[in-house]
């Protein structure tokens, strides 16, 4: 069984850092694309950043260039979103996604898996 399983979310002040992690278990974690999506109150769930399987591409929003990282251990099957310079429009469930390797697609129909998700909420 697939387990995806987010942690590091939390309350942070407008221009904090926050470290998102997530814990897969249940697949061939180096043969599967990983990604974050965040969905806030009343709007669509929407693409953050993906990393590919072999961990040499990462992709992002253009929302969070440059201020957002995505990457991957594989020792503990473990990928991690590092959020810096956030803003109150950062507010959102994020969540983290998993698919067998291949294109890296930033839909979430694209997905096999899903975690729980974890609430990030930015006070201005």
């Known amino acids: 069984q697939v387990q995806l399983v987010e942690s590091g979310g939390g309350l942070v002040e407008v221009g904090g850092s926050l470290r998102l992690s997530c814990a897969a278990s249940?697949?061939?974690?180096?043969?599967?694309?990983m990604a974050w999506f965040r969905q806030a109150p009343g709007k669509e769930r929407e693409f953050v950043a993906a990393?590919?399987?072999?961990?040499?591409?990462?992709f992002y929003a253009d929302s969070v260039k440059g201020r957002f990282t995505i990457s991957r251990e594989y020792a503990n099957n473990t990928v991690t979103l590092q959020m810096n310079s956030l803003r109150p429009e950062d507010t959102a469930v994020y969540y983290c996604?998993?698919?067998?390797?291949?294109?890296?697609?930033?839909?979430?129909?694209?997905?096999?898996?899903w975690g729980q998700g974890t609430q990030v909420t930015v006070s201005s």
């Open positions: 996604a998993g698919r067998p390797w291949g294109v890296v697609p930033t839909t979430p129909g694209e997905f096999n898996y």
């Open positions: 249940g697949l061939s974690f180096s043969q599967h694309t």
């Open positions: 990393i590919s399987w072999s961990g040499g591409s990462t």
